[in-house]
């Protein structure tokens, strides 16, 4: 999360959210809006890279959204128009003379909200995304489709736990978006190290998908959040074992496996075969890190600094403070170069109690 943004704003964002959301489930669960069931939810293919898709939520099919009030259609057609040309600048004077055309009480207010989030998104700038789309919320906090971008814009601020209660929320107003939101539920899941939840969404998974390979990713990597470390490495042996040409993010996983096991050198080997299928184009390494190279390299770091040998603590150094891996990683890797003296115990000069005998 940005670190310019005042801890007392997040603590306000994350009670307003947590106070709507409890509020819309209690009149949810008295209308005839059903939760989520587990068979609902899919994510047959890996997840794209998320700078590149930022809005890839797609409308509510079940609750009809209203379209723009006609003072705000004509703007909102020239900056859709605009973004086609990549005209960013063009297309954030189109949205903000929509914005001054549509009244705060309109019905229509949380719309143009919405597409001036995306419009944000697109242009990269994640703190304005999240000023929009909690206008949006305050305009239509009853729109699934606000709460999906909620959760999409709380997971790239470094907050997993409210993204996960905004996507639930999406879930529960509108079901016919839970196979959109599952790879944002599970990305908020992971980042948060939700042992408890991420094993709930390899089930609904698995319970759609039962003949996916990418099953066993799933619950190999929520067994071991859950420290349930072996599970997991018996659990991923059973899929790379009956086939070797399995996706990236399988061996990526083991990697991590090895890693808990303080196996170094053969997370190295695991590492090795995910970066080359990454390389080649295996995209499905974006399941389990938003910068799998980056993510790749400090792993490698890990394992070289776990072998122990000073040349070896040197060069993971190196490479860790390349890709800006955590401080606690690098002051290891700079200890580890600097072997441990072996301790001779003090032994006293040995000394005659009695003299010898003439």
Excluded at 1 to 17: E, G, K, Y
Excluded at 81 to 89: G, T, Y
Excluded at 99 to 127: K, Y
Aim: hydrophobic share 40%; proline share 9%; aromatic share 6%.
């Amino acid at each position: 999360m940005s670190t310019n943004r005042p801890a007392s704003r997040l603590l306000i964002a994350s009670l307003v959210l947590l106070g709507i959301a409890i509020t819309l489930l209690i009149l949810s669960a008295s209308g005839d809006t059903r939760p989520a069931t587990p068979g609902e939810s899919i994510l047959a293919q890996p997840s794209p890279p998320w700078e590149r898709f930022p809005t890839r939520i797609p409308s509510p099919t079940e609750t009809p959204v209203p379209t723009a009030t006609p003072e705000a259609d004509g703007p909102l057609k020239i900056m859709r128009l605009a973004l086609v040309h990549d005209a960013f600048e063009v297309a954030e004077e189109a949205w903000e003379e929509a914005v001054q055309v549509t009244p705060e009480d309109s019905p229509h207010r949380g719309r143009v909200m919405r597409d001036g989030t995306r419009l944000a998104l697109l242009r990269g700038d994640i703190n304005a995304a999240e000023t929009r789309v909690w206008d949006a919320v305050r305009a239509s906090a009853r729109d699934a489709e606000t709460w999906a971008l909620v959760g999409v814009i709380m997971a790239r601020q470094g907050e997993p736990k409210v993204a996960e209660v905004a996507l639930r929320m999406a879930e529960t107003l509108n079901p016919g978006l839970t196979p959109d939101v599952f790879a944002d539920r599970w990305r908020a899941a992971r980042q948060a190290r939700d042992g408890d939840m991420m094993t709930v969404l390899a089930q609904t998974y698995s319970s759609r998908e039962p003949e996916n390979p990418l099953g066993f990713y799933y619950r190999a990597a929520a067994m071991l959040a859950s420290g349930q470390v072996e599970a997991g490495f018996h659990h991923l042996l059973i899929q790379l074992r009956a086939e070797s040409d399995s996706a990236a993010v399988l061996w990526y996983t083991l990697g991590e496996v090895y890693l808990a096991q303080r196996a170094p050198n053969e997370a190295l080997i695991a590492i090795a075969v995910a970066e080359n299928r990454f390389k080649a184009g295996d995209l499905s390494l974006y399941l389990a890190s938003d910068d799998p190279l980056r993510d790749l390299n400090i792993n490698r770091g890990r394992a070289l600094v776990g072998i122990s040998d000073p040349e070896q603590c040197a060069q993971a150094e190196s490479m860790l403070r390349r890709w800006d891996a955590p401080a606690d990683i690098i002051d290891r890797a700079r200890r580890c170069q600097t072997p441990t003296p072996t301790l001779t115990p003090w032994i006293p000069v040995q000394t005659t109690l009695y003299p010898p005998p003439l």
